[in-house]
Each structure stands twice: as structure tokens, then as C-alpha cells.
């Protein structure tokens, strides 16, 4: 008899405690931001014929 009632005590202890959870807030969202990325060109700046344009032109694809 005592095994069943502590059973229905735990039971009935973790259904209170469930219920006083936090609900969560539905937000909306408006959509993903643009990406924006960045390119940081070595000495030879733009315009090299080298690894700066080729990652230039990587860069616009």
C-alpha cells in the first residue's frame, strides 16, 4: 500500500510542477537579414591579375 502511495505522490508532485512551467512566447519573424560579407585585399589591392581578383570574382558569384 505504501509503494502506491508514494507513487501517486510523486506522480501528482510532477504534474504540479509541470504545469507551473514557463510558457513561450510566439515571436514573429520578419524574415533573415541580408548576408553581408566582407573582403580584405592583400598589397596588391584590386586589379592585380593575381589572388585578388581571383578572390574578388569569387567573391561576386
Keep these: 500500500m505504501t509503494v502506491k502511495r508514494v507513487f501517486f ?11 507551473c512551467g514557463k510558457k513561450e512566447e510566439v515571436k514573429e519573424v520578419a524574415g533573415p537579414k541580408p548576408l553581408k560579407v566582407g573582403l580584405v585585399f592583400d598589397v596588391g589591392g584590386k586589379g592585380d591579375k593575381s589572388f585578388n581578383d581571383a578572390s574578388f570574382a569569387g567573391l561576386e558569384k
Excluded at 9 to 19: E, Q, W
Design 9 to 19: 505522490l510523486i506522480l501528482a508532485a510532477v504534474l504540479g510542477l509541470s504545469a
